[in-house]
């Protein structure tokens, strides 16, 4: 593993099943103009949450993962010979929250507080505030949401979320695709890669940023980090978790 140290996380968020149903497709449906996939395979990943907790274990981290018992499924269906996607469906179902399922927060001590929060109410407004402003250890947060904390923690967001926030913030760090990230005023710059899918590089981006900034101490080390690592996932179809021959390249 890259670290001497084996950093403890508590990782607190909404999880899904992402499923890939590829196949080809040769033909229009005679009943309606789309196309006809040819079924292929199935692959099945573990999305959202899980996949973070998937890439923060890449990095040799210990992961303690409070997530949703209920059953999100996003299932694409690829053409596999452009990997080109021509449909999602998704299967959700209304997520009961921490508050009512009674999680009690671990006591031990962790390194880092990770809250990955696609807003599908697990975790309420006032739960995410409470997460935020008691936790003894730093804390990124990773959310959906439109109302976040303003202090206390670190915000990972994109450039068209953050300009959905209803105050200003001072603790963003604002992704932007190939422009890279943008902390404090200062942007530091992205990897030109071939982009083949964006799904899941926000998680990778985000594990991380949490294991440099622990390695390092410092946020702004940790970001150029980050940035390597989001480039490395978007050349990689569908959802994805860096190897150990990725992190190798990330920490050179």
């Given at each position: 593993?890259?670290?001497?140290?084996?950093?403890?996380?508590?990782?607190?968020?909404?999880?899904?099943?992402?499923?890939?149903?590829?196949?080809?497709?040769?033909?229009?449906?005679?009943?309606?103009?789309?196309?006809?996939?040819?079924?292929?395979?199935?692959?099945?990943?573990?999305?959202?949450?899980?996949?973070?907790?998937?890439?923060?274990?890449?990095?040799?981290?210990?992961?303690?993962?409070?997530?949703?018992?209920?059953?999100?499924?996003?299932?694409?269906?690829?053409?596999?010979?452009?990997?080109?996607?021509?449909?999602?469906?998704?299967?959700?179902?209304?997520?009961?929250?921490?508050?009512?399922?009674?999680?009690?927060?671990?006591?031990?001590?962790?390194?880092?507080?990770?809250?990955?929060d696609y807003?599908?109410?697990?975790?309420?407004?006032?739960?995410?505030?409470?997460?935020?402003?008691?936790?003894?250890?730093?804390?990124?947060?990773?959310?959906?949401?439109?109302?976040?904390?303003?202090?206390?923690?670190?915000?990972?967001?994109?450039?068209?979320?953050?300009?959905?926030?209803?105050?200003?913030?001072?603790?963003?760090?604002?992704t932007k695709?190939?422009?890279?990230?943008?902390?404090?005023?200062?942007?530091?710059?992205?990897?030109?890669?071939?982009?083949?899918?964006?799904?899941?590089?926000?998680?990778?981006?985000?594990?991380?940023?949490?294991?440099?900034?622990?390695?390092?101490?410092?946020?702004?080390?940790?970001?150029?980090?980050?940035?390597?690592?989001?480039?490395?996932?978007?050349?990689?179809?569908?959802t994805y978790?860096?190897?150990?021959?990725?992190?190798?390249?990330?920490?050179?």
């Amino acid at each position: 593993m890259p670290q001497q140290k084996q950093f403890k996380v508590l990782l607190i968020g909404d999880s899904c099943t992402d499923e890939y149903v590829y196949g080809t497709c040769e033909r229009l449906n005679p009943e309606a103009p789309v196309p006809i996939l040819k079924y292929g395979r199935k692959e099945v990943k573990k999305g959202m949450a899980w996949n973070v907790r998937e890439n923060l274990m890449a990095f040799g981290m210990d992961v303690y993962i409070l997530t949703n018992q209920e059953k999100i499924v996003k299932t694409r269906y690829i053409d596999e010979r452009y990997n080109q996607q021509i449909l999602r469906v998704d299967e959700e179902k209304t997520l009961k929250s921490m508050e009512s399922l009674e999680y009690e927060m671990p006591k031990e001590k962790y390194d880092a507080v990770v809250i990955s929060d696609y807003d599908k109410g697990f975790i309420t407004q006032s739960k995410l505030f409470e997460i935020v402003f008691n936790s003894r250890f730093p804390v990124f947060v990773d959310s959906k949401k439109t109302n976040l904390p303003e202090s206390n923690c670190f915000i990972k967001i994109n450039e068209a979320e953050s300009k959905l926030l209803k105050s200003k913030h001072d603790n963003l760090i604002i992704t932007k695709g190939s422009g890279g990230a943008e902390f404090e005023g200062v942007t530091y710059p992205g990897k030109k890669v071939n982009v083949f899918d964006v799904v899941g590089a926000g998680d990778t981006f985000l594990s991380a940023l949490v294991y440099f900034y622990l390695k390092y101490g410092r946020i702004e080390e940790a970001i150029p980090y980050a940035n390597k690592a989001a480039a490395i996932a978007v050349q990689n179809f569908g959802t994805y978790v860096l190897t150990e021959k990725d992190v190798k390249e990330i920490c050179d």
